[in-house]
């Protein structure tokens, strides 16, 4: 019973162990089962994502395309009815194309009927096309001329799936109308041609007949069939002249026109015409037609005349002609026999008879003949006769001449002394010949006049000697000029006699003449002037106050042109056109003319004229003192050159760029003063040597100065940067342009340098280039760090759920060291993310004060004791905003930097100022705004930041450190920091000297209108007049704004040249300039010089974003004061008050 009993206990304990054993073996299979599972669904995950992100790039790409394509495009859905027949369609997607083209908004899921009420009547043939294509999906496309727009439509129109279609579209309105105003060209000139009188055939490049009017046809008596394809080489035996002469087909009008390209005019031949058996007399032209471009025609056209009826008609008269003197003399024989005795009265009659005939048909005759002017005149001096070169120079005609008297034609000749030498031919009946000036037409013409007496009156040949006596007086002219050129002492005598001698010959009242300055930026006056009466000295005075850049004003303009230019009314010339108009019209002056003198296609001088009476240019005149000042030009450019010999040495050390000439073994043999102020080094001292040796680093000569002196010595001419030092260690980088000089028989000689410093030019592009970086960068860092993030989230959660599963030691050290790197990895991603867009840290109004001083507490017992650490400060800073952690990881971080930059010690300051922003900082930083800043300064005298990698620092990950003793990270999270503070940040560094790092926070809000109360009471103007010179727009409009708010008047110049024309014309107004130094057209430099040469005592202010004055000292002695950029409204107001009040 016990042994029973005990088996009954056991028993469901082995049940038990053994249905556990099952349950754990199903555990472990459904684990692994769910192991598998989750890996095949990891993968499948993975899988989907990238399939995920592959159709996000496909949509992005195709909805680009989508948005920017030309074309509108539709998306639609076609309604039918119950019969299948289209009734609608809705609008399921449209790009910007559409609405643009067609002006309808919001579309999407509105039907069309909606959208353009009466569509469907309107254009039923629309509604069936879309629906035809939506059901079968062919594709079509058509235009249609859609009125609700205004417009013509090209549209191609596809099918996706049934009941839906695509509709792009584009609008060829522009195209339309050009084909409708095409064929309306077409069709007018279409009919003109078959409608015309006159014959007109087309002829290609060969002179195979193409097409042919009606008209030819008639005259030529063959068809269009017969004629195509002929040339007017193989008809030639159907041509024939005038005088029966075969016309060889190669001499046709229109072979000559196709040949030589020139027109041909009049040319009779006659054309036999099978139609009628005979030949036809036509009067034919041939013109050439030119592609655009082309100097050779691709086709000729010839219009011809039939003038068979008039040539029938002249022969007919001389026939009649001849028959009639036959008849005569018959008849006159009858009558010799039938009255003998009156014989001899007959015969002397006849002969008197036939003389007058003869005599009158042969001087009629020879008097149309003549090219001359030929006219009679009767007792009274009426006109009894007119020749046709009468008619022809006057436009009057022999109907309206004849019987009027010579004061009714010309009443001017009324007491002249043409009238009292015709009248003394009629009185004393002997010839007269003299020179008169006639107004005819508006022209003034000079006629060599031949009076001969007649029993009639007086018969008149006059001949044209206009060009003649012109010739002459332009010889005797030119003749007389150029020997008092000669004698002239100076150059500006020279110029003298010319202004005085044009100026008598032509009746002009004053003249003047312009030379480009010996800058060559600007033209100046001559001393040398001419005045037809002492009311134009006022003129001459207020003249010497203009310059004129090229380009500007009258000489300026005809400078730049090389063409003379006639103003006829100075009355309505604009400033602008014509700078003195004023004080020309003040003097009675009304129209003026300039002329260049030019010499070899050079511009030597431009030669001003003016009169007091205003008239129409008069081209021939001005083309004849053109020709002239061009062969006076010669006599005056030596003049010119013996001056310039003089002042060219002057010239060039003027020059502002560093000038040098070297010889082919690269020893200095001329250095003037510009190289001087740039480099350092007198002429002494560099002449002889090689520039290597003194103006780059090393000892080797870079490599590209070899490529320019290979390139010189090759092309003739080198041009680009080079980086060079000064004689105080000083980098500066030059634009260098060089030069191959040749002795007299081409031969190479020395090599010429022209160096522009443009330092400060690199360093303001740098700025905008590392802006531009860092922004794109920022961009880049913040999409990898989420995609990073996106990595690590799983492989962090996969970590927790693997501690759990894999116990043992071994799996536990590898998941510690994987679960340590996983950190460390987050935390990277945290800094990159915190550098793309700032930390959000939780913002409270803060101290900065205080968070200077843990740092300072913090540096003096860690640092080297090597390492001094200074603070400054102020009492009264602002509050702020921010993070004070974050911003103490900012201040922390530049300071443990500038402490690794002085490995042997130096000096580390920290500094915090308040700073107001106003609107003139704002417009000139574009990272600030407008209101209350703090400035937080971290300077040290460490080994600085060489310049080719300052463009780099704030670069995620770039460093200078050893590897391992830096991410290089430090400044990009520091300024992803400042940024979400609504900061920025400042660097300047000198290699060898030190760096300073300056971060700009904004003050907290409550301290805005503290310190909008503590701002200082600005200075305000009187209405003094100032010019502001500057062509950065927001720059130029917020000063000019800023000096008009504060009681100034403005007048603005966007550069130089504009600069120097508003000074030149309101010099007696303007108090003040403020000249920018950078400028278009005429930079600062120049601008200041020719300012001081109109005044000399200009009060001008220097505008520069140069930061070290020491670089603006070239113009130091010719300014009242430096204004360095950006600058506040406070800076600007009190440096003008103090210059304004300069005495």
Request: negative net charge; contains cysteine.
């Amino acid at each position: 019973m016990k042994s029973e009993k005990s088996e009954t206990l056991h028993k469901p304990a082995e049940d038990e162990s053994h249905r556990a054993h099952e349950l754990e073996i199903r555990v472990k299979g459904r684990t692994a089962e769910l192991v598998e599972a989750n890996e095949a669904l990891q993968a499948e995950i993975t899988e989907r994502k990238r399939i995920e992100q592959a159709l996000l790039e496909s949509e992005q790409r195709y909805r680009s395309l989508f948005e920017n394509m030309l074309d509108g495009f539709a998306y639609c859905k076609m309604l039918f009815d119950d019969h299948g027949r289209p009734v609608d369609f809705v609008y399921l997607k449209v790009n910007s194309a559409f609405e643009r083209l067609t002006g309808l908004e919001n579309v999407v899921g509105k039907k069309v009927t909606e959208l353009i009420p009466g569509i469907k009547e309107s254009y039923p043939e629309l509604f069936e096309t879309y629906g035809r294509v939506a059901l079968t999906g062919k594709p079509e496309k058509f235009e249609i001329e859609f009125k609700p727009l205004k417009a013509w439509l090209s549209i191609s129109v596809y099918s996706t799936k049934r009941e839906y279609f695509v509709a792009v579209f584009e609008n060829i309105t522009k195209r339309k109308r050009a084909e409708e105003a095409l064929r309306q060209s077409e069709e007018r000139h279409r009919l003109l041609a078959e409608t015309m009188m006159q014959g007109v055939v087309y002829q290609d490049v060969d002179g195979k007949i193409i097409s042919m009017n009606p008209a030819a046809e008639w005259i030529l008596g063959k068809g269009p069939a017969e004629f195509l394809g002929e040339t007017s080489v193989s008809i030639e035996h159907h041509i024939v002249r005038e005088d029966g002469s075969p016309f060889p087909g190669t001499e046709h009008p229109a072979m000559v026109a196709l040949r030589t390209g020139q027109k041909l005019r009049d040319v009779v031949m006659g054309v036999y015409n099978p139609r009628k058996q005979g030949y036809r007399w036509i009067n034919v032209s041939a013109v050439p037609l030119f592609r655009p471009g082309e100097d050779q025609p691709y086709q000729v056209y010839t219009v011809f005349e039939d003038i068979t009826k008039r040539k029938r008609m002249e022969e007919a008269l001389h026939k009649a002609r001849n028959e009639l003197e036959t008849r005569v003399q018959e008849r006159t024989a009858e009558l010799e026999e039938a009255n003998m005795k009156l014989q001899a009265e007959i015969e002397e009659r006849k002969r008197a008879e036939k003389t007058l005939r003869s005599n009158e048909m042969k001087y009629r005759g020879l008097a149309e003949s003549i090219g001359e002017v030929f006219y009679a005149l009767d007792k009274d001096l009426r006109y009894i006769y007119w020749n046709n070169a009468s008619e022809k120079l006057t436009g009057i005609s022999a109907e309206d001449a004849i019987g009027k008297s010579l004061f009714e034609l010309f009443p001017e000749l009324k007491g002249s002394r043409a009238e009292k030498l015709y009248r003394e031919v009629l009185k004393t009946q002997r010839p007269k010949r003299f020179v008169n000036k006639y107004r005819v037409n508006g022209k003034n013409l000079v006629f060599e006049i031949n009076a001969y007496y007649s029993k009639y009156g007086i018969s008149i040949i006059a001949k044209d000697i206009t060009e003649r006596r012109r010739a002459e007086e332009e010889i005797h002219l030119l003749q007389t000029m150029t020997q008092a050129i000669n004698e002239a002492q100076d150059f500006h005598s020279a110029i003298e006699i010319v202004l005085r001698k044009v100026c008598e010959a032509t009746g002009w009242d004053y003249g003047d003449a312009w030379f480009q300055s010996k800058d060559g930026t600007v033209l100046e006056r001559s001393p040398a002037w001419y005045g037809s009466s002492m009311s134009l000295e006022g003129f001459r005075k207020l003249s010497e106050r203009f310059i004129f850049p090229l380009g500007t004003g009258l000489a300026g303009r005809i400078w730049a042109s090389k063409k003379a230019e006639w103003i006829q009314d100075i009355s309505t010339s604009s400033v602008a056109i014509y700078p003195r108009a004023r004080i020309a019209r003040e003097v009675g002056l009304k129209s003026c003319v300039g002329i260049p003198i030019i010499v070899n296609d050079q511009m030597l001088a431009v030669l001003t004229f003016y009169m007091f009476e205003s008239g129409e240019e008069d081209k021939r005149l001005v083309g004849t003192i053109s020709a002239m000042a061009t062969q006076l030009g010669s006599i005056i450019q030596r003049k010119q050159a013996e001056e310039k010999i003089r002042e060219q040495a002057t010239l060039i050390d003027n020059a502002q760029e560093a000038i040098g000439v070297r010889s082919l073994e690269h020893s200095l043999i001329y250095w003037n003063k510009g190289a001087e102020r740039l480099y350092g080094w007198t002429a002494e001292e560099a002449i002889g040597k090689n520039p290597v040796e003194f103006l780059f680093k090393g000892k080797e000569e870079p490599l590209q100065l070899i490529e320019a002196k290979r390139i010189v010595l090759e092309k003739g001419v080198w041009t680009g940067e080079l980086h060079q030092i000064t004689k105080d260690e000083r980098d500066v980088i030059v634009e260098s342009h060089w030069t191959l000089i040749r002795d007299s028989e081409g031969k190479p000689k020395s090599i010429l340098v022209v160096n522009t410093d443009i330092t400060e030019k690199k360093k303001f592009e740098s700025q905008l280039l590392r802006a531009q970086r860092m922004e794109g960068i920022g961009t880049l860092a913040g999409g990898i760090a989420h995609d990073l993030n996106n990595v690590l989230t799983p492989m962090m959660l996969s970590l927790q759920m693997l501690e759990e599963k894999f116990k043992d030691e071994q799996s536990q050290k590898l998941l510690t060291i994987l679960d340590r790197n996983l950190q460390r990895g987050s935390n990277l991603i945290k800094q990159v993310m915190s550098f793309a867009r700032g930390i959000d840290g939780e913002r409270k109004p803060l101290q900065a004060a205080h968070i200077i001083s843990e740092v300072e507490k913090v540096a003096k017992e860690t640092f080297n004791k090597n390492i001094e650490i200074r603070t400054d400060i102020s009492r009264d800073l602002f509050t702020i905003s921010g993070d004070a952690t974050q911003l103490y990881q900012v201040i922390m971080n530049l300071c443990v930097n500038a402490r690794d930059a002085m490995p042997d010690g130096g000096v580390l300051e920290i500094s915090a100022k308040n700073f107001l922003v106003d609107e003139n900082y704002a417009r000139m930083n574009t990272e600030a705004k407008v209101g209350p800043y703090i400035i937080i300064s971290v300077s040290d005298t460490g080994t600085g930041i060489p310049p080719k990698i300052i463009d780099r620092i704030f670069e995620p990950f770039f460093t200078t450190k050893e590897p391992g003793k830096g991410t290089g990270l430090g400044l990009s999270t520091s300024l992803g920091i400042v940024k979400s503070h609504g900061g920025f940040i400042n660097v300047n560094s000198e290699v060898g000297k030190g760096t300073t790092f300056k971060i700009y926070l904004p003050a907290f809000k409550t301290e805005i209108q503290g310190a909008q109360m503590q701002q200082p009471e600005l200075l305000t103007g009187q209405g003094e007049l100032i010019l502001v010179a500057e062509d950065e727009g927001s720059i130029r409009e917020i000063t000019c704004s800023t000096l008009e708010t504060y009681g100034y008047e403005v007048i603005a110049a966007e550069d130089g040249a504009q600069a120097v024309a508003e000074y030149a014309q309101n010099m007696d107004k303007i108090k003040v300039i403020l000249m920018d130094m950078m400028m278009p057209v005429m930079d600062g430099h120049a601008s200041i010089r020719a300012v001081r040469k109109i005044n000399p005592e200009v009060k001008i202010i220097v505008v520069s974003g140069l930061t070290e004055k020491d670089k603006l000292k070239n113009i130091a002695n010719h300014t009242n004061a430096f204004l360095p950029k950006p600058y506040t409204a406070e800076i600007l107001l009190k440096t003008v008050h103090e210059v304004l009040s300069i005495k």
